[in-house]
């Protein structure tokens, strides 16, 4: 059983910065495709950024030069460094872990973490 565990959430004032981090049970994170999701009130989680196995990165564009994603095989560890942010920011922040097979996707999730910006 994989279980993906995130921490660094929490509240925030506008401008300010955060880390989350995600933490994978088993080693699979090495080869798997991580990636951070935000879901607002009442909608689907978004994409936020992705890396691939081999430390290739993706953001959004609403992220993109404010936020930042790394991984850390060994550690087993995935950081999303958050800086300059804003309250359309607050949302629920879920890890993501997926490998695409041939004829299926292997996909799991963490719990997430709330992400509040606000004074």
């Known amino acids: 059983q994989v279980q993906l565990e995130e921490s660094g959430g929490g509240l925030v004032q506008p401008g300010g910065s955060l880390r989350l981090s995600c933490t994978a049970s088993t080693y699979i994170f090495r080869t798997y495709t991580m990636g951070w999701y935000r879901q607002f009130p009442g909608k689907h989680p978004d994409l936020v950024a992705s890396i691939t196995s081999g430390g290739v990165a993706n953001y959004a564009n609403s992220v993109k030069d404010r936020f930042t994603i790394s991984r850390h095989n060994t550690n087993r560890t995935m950081y999303l460094q958050m800086n300059d942010l804003k309250p359309g920011d607050t949302a629920v922040y879920y890890c993501?872990?997926?490998?695409?097979?041939?004829?299926?996707?292997?996909?799991?999730w963490g719990e997430g973490t709330q992400v509040t910006v606000g004074s």
């Open positions: 993501n872990a997926r490998f695409f097979f041939p004829s299926a996707t292997d996909e799991y």
